[in-house]
């Protein structure tokens, strides 16, 4: 069995399995066996939510923010942009 190791998420992300990318529980779960995944609320200027954002630490400390649109794509969060990494129709 090839072994993953999770350094930082965002040079990482498209590298990692297939296998553990869908549904989204899978993959955080899969990632908090690499790192800590914590989950915050994200609301636009007038306070309607969005779904929720989260947080990923690896073991070495290097930090990610992203979410998952309500379609099911998985966006890296960055400075003033979201990009789109993968959605349930790349399997």
């Excluded at 690499?34 to 630490?57: C, L, M, N, W």
């Amino acid at each position: 069995m090839h072994i993953f190791v999770l350094i930082d998420l965002v040079s990482q992300i498209e590298f990692i399995p297939q296998s553990v990318r869908t549904p989204q529980e899978t993959f955080l779960a899969w990632l908090g066996h690499h790192g800590e995944v914590s989950q915050f609320e994200i609301s636009d200027r007038a306070g309607v939510p969005y779904p929720p954002g989260y947080r990923f630490r690896s073991r070495w400390g290097l930090e990610a923010t992203f979410t998952f649109s309500e379609d099911g794509r998985l966006l890296l969060i960055g400075d003033h942009s979201a990009r789109e990494v993968w959605s349930h129709h790349d399997e």
